[in-house]
């Protein structure tokens, strides 16, 4: 493969690369097993409004409790899984796990009217065949109504010129399901396709606010991309809150949701129930 790039394009193999595709076929097959013996599991993390510290909607965070590796957070695995296309196989498990998840919650105590189930969707995932048919059919299975699910997908999926997968992002909006732009500011942005995107609402990427507590050029970019985002139309979530005085800055500044662990940190589904219909605290 060196020599096919040309003979002046010197490649540098260094031990530590061995290791690295060594590690990393080793989770792709282990990641494989792993689907079919249950080792994955859902971790909740809530979105709020912040004036009131509403439950506004519920994301859903894969894990992996491996047999001898302990828990592995999902940068370790999703980007594998996202290679080696086992991010089909991962997000069919996270879609029904969620949706029965939520069914099970609702049947305890129904839940508000206003909560959604936010997923994460990988890029690959839109090339699946069947995607649409399971979606759809997931949700009826189960008596829930598409509106009560958002996929948040990043921007450089959402932006992407390729017709076919433009073709099932609306059709994913056709079933009444939400789209929303994850990591928002992390991409290549280009800020002109803000208004044509097929989302409603965007998910400001938390390296936007870290430094903003007594940062007043930062407050001022912060407040300009939260006016982008409201005029082409959307809806702003900001990830990644921290502090109390992030939460009155973003106040001030307009912004209505948000997430972070000021809020709450990803919890199991076990701990997430006691929140659902209780408001955290806002600032
Ligand atoms: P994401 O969708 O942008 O999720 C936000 C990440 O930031 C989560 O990390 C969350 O635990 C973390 N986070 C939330 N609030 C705070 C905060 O206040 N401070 C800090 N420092 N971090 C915060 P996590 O759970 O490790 O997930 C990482 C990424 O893995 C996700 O980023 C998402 O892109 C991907 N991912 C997770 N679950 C899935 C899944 O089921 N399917 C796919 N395709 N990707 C997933
Ligand atoms: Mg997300
Ligand atoms: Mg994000
Ligand atoms: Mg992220």
Request: net charge negative; hydrophobic share 40%; glycine share 8%.
């Amino acid at each position: 493969e060196a020599k096919s790039r040309g003979r002046n394009n010197v490649q540098i193999f260094h031990p530590s690369m061995l290791h690295a595709t060594q590690q990393r076929s080793r989770t792709a097959a282990e990641l494989r097993n792993a689907i079919e013996n249950g080792e994955l599991l859902l971790y909740y993390q809530p979105v709020v409004e912040l004036a009131t510290g509403r439950i506004i909607g519920i994301e859903a965070l894969v894990r992996w409790v491996h047999p001898t590796r302990g828990m592995i957070m999902p940068e370790s695995f999703i980007p594998v899984a996202e290679e080696t296309g086992l991010i089909v196989d991962l997000g069919r498990w996270v879609l029904q796990e969620a949706l029965q998840q939520l069914k099970s919650w609702n049947d305890v105590a129904p839940l508000p009217s206003q909560l959604k189930l936010h997923l994460n969707l990988s890029a690959a995932e839109l090339l699946r065949n069947d995607l649409l048919e399971d979606i759809a059919r997931s949700l009826e299975r189960r008596g829930i109504d598409p509106g009560r699910l958002v996929f948040e997908i990043t921007e450089t999926v959402l932006m992407t010129r390729e017709t076919e997968e433009a073709q099932v992002l609306g059709k994913i909006r056709g079933l009444g399901v939400g789209l929303q732009i994850d990591d928002f500011g992390t991409g290549y942005s280009s800020i002109s396709y803000l208004r044509s995107l097929p989302a409603d609402t965007v998910k400001v990427d938390q390296s936007l606010i870290e430094g903003m507590d007594n940062d007043a050029g930062q407050q001022t970019f912060v407040a300009a991309v939260l006016q982008l985002i409201e005029s082409a139309g959307l809806q702003a979530i900001v990830e990644g809150i921290e502090t109390a005085e992030q939460v009155s800055q973003l106040r001030r500044l307009g912004c209505r949701f948000g997430q972070g662990y000021y809020f709450g940190r990803p919890l199991p589904a076990a701990e997430t129930v006691a929140l659902l219909n209780s408001p955290l605290p806002s600032a």
